[in-house]
């Protein structure tokens, strides 16, 4: 399997947990490259489900597992989500922290809660503290998890830091100060536990690189929540698109790798912002209950809609997309006819392009194509490698839109739910 870099190609939620697990057996290394514990990417071997925020999928293969530079790393729930795959029967030993990446604090969730709270349109954020960590990064304040390999220098920095939360973030955003003794004494429980994963990337990525070991970046949330090129500001706060994986995580840019698009068989979002291809109530109730579409790190309820495949266009051009895996074909099952959209109409005219003004996306009216749907039946024959018409021509459809090959299926939850059109 050649290098790759696997995106969610929709709003998240696409199953890249699954996915990159499966891939990640074919690999040497798996890479975090953004985001944070917003994330929440589950597998499921046997009877054990595994949710993982920060860890890399490929924790659970006992491939090398790097969280890189621009993840934000809630150390908290980073000692919990080593604790919980422990008791699976699962080692930590192979993890790696990028000296780079910057910490996420609970003061960080604090603001994050009290922000939300307070806006008037609110965002649908997980109130992980991801939005105020980035602010510190590039506000140049934050805490990087290399302070951590200094005891004396980061109980001195962290100690600093709550001193400005408790001095002006807290009266600002209306909230309680927090007791600096303990905070201080919490956070260093937990540098004792994590130190000793922390390192310098350049080492690692050198390392692998001359040895010609094959890498795979894994992404959080999905394209169309990219800080820049999603449905701002209804995204997250970090750059999702495949391009980023190199800046996000220490690896220089590779002359040879592929890029591999997670694709939900229909369109899921959580939280607020434009949803073109939303089903009725009714439907979508139907759809949640059926595909089990509530969120792994909040319990939040998915809104469900049709296919989007102008979207998809937009998100496989923009990432320069060679592959595709679709999750959930199983979900559509039973259904006399299953709906795509094609197109966007505006004002009774078609859009050439996917709109960066959300409010446009508001009032936008989606061009669908009705297609035959597929049987419980048609699924249990594609498990054994027969694929009924109407599966094939949704496959097809697909790829025409974006120009990419889809080379496998998801066709359940389990680890061993997929069907393979393409060997890795």
Not at 33 to 42: K, L
């Amino acid at each position: 399997m050649k290098n790759s870099i696997v995106i969610g190609m929709q709003w998240g939620d696409e199953g890249k947990g699954k996915c990159v697990d499966v891939l990640s057996s074919k690999v040497d290394a798996v890479i975090r490259y953004q985001g944070g514990a917003n994330a929440g990417h589950t597998v499921i071997i046997g009877k054990k489900k595994v949710i993982l925020h920060l860890l890399p999928t490929g924790i659970l293969q006992n491939k090398i597992s790097i969280i890189g530079n621009d993840v934000v790393v809630d150390i908290e729930d980073l000692v919990n989500e080593i604790n919980q795959i422990k008791k699976h029967g699962f080692s930590a030993k192979n993890l790696i922290i990028s000296s780079r990446s910057h910490i996420l604090f609970p003061t960080h969730k604090i603001i994050d809660n009290a922000k939300e709270q307070k806006r008037k349109n609110k965002l649908g954020t997980t109130k992980s503290g991801i939005g105020p960590a980035y602010i510190d990064k590039y506000g140049r304040k934050g805490i990087r998890t290399a302070d951590m390999l200094n005891k004396k220098q980061f109980e001195e920095k962290i100690s600093a830091f709550i001193n400005l939360f408790n001095k002006y973030e807290a009266d600002y955003y209306g909230v309680k100060k927090v007791n600096k003794v303990k905070f201080v004494k919490d956070m260093m429980i937990l540098r004792n536990k994590l130190h000793k994963y922390v390192m310098d990337i350049s080492i690692v990525a050198k390392d692998l690189i001359d040895k010609n070991k094959t890498i795979l970046f894994e992404g959080a949330q999905g394209v169309l929540l990219d800080i820049d090129f999603g449905t701002y500001p209804f995204v997250t706060s970090s750059h999702t698109i495949a391009p980023y994986a190199f800046c996000g995580s220490g690896i220089p840019v590779l002359s040879d790798y592929q890029v591999i698009g997670i694709l939900k068989a229909y369109t899921t979002r959580v939280g607020k912002g434009p949803f073109p291809t939303r089903l009725t109530d009714r439907e979508d109730q139907v759809l949640r209950k059926k595909g089990n579409e509530f969120g792994a790190k909040t319990g939040r309820a998915r809104n469900c809609g049709w296919l989007d495949l102008f979207a998809t266009k937009y998100a496989a051009f923009l990432n320069g997309t060679d592959k595709l895996i679709m999750t959930k074909i199983d979900i559509l099952a039973d259904m006399d006819t299953v709906k795509v959209c094609t197109g966007y109409r505006l004002n009774g005219k078609l859009l050439r392009s996917f709109p960066a003004d959300t409010d446009m996306l508001d009032k936008i009216k989606p061009v669908y194509k009705t297609m035959n749907g597929w049987s419980k039946k048609d699924i249990d024959n594609l498990k054994k490698g027969i694929f009924a018409k109407s599966i094939k021509d949704y496959i097809k459809l697909t790829e025409k839109f974006t120009g990419a090959k889809i080379m496998m299926l998801s066709t359940g939850p389990s680890r061993k739910d997929i069907v393979f059109i393409e060997k890795i």
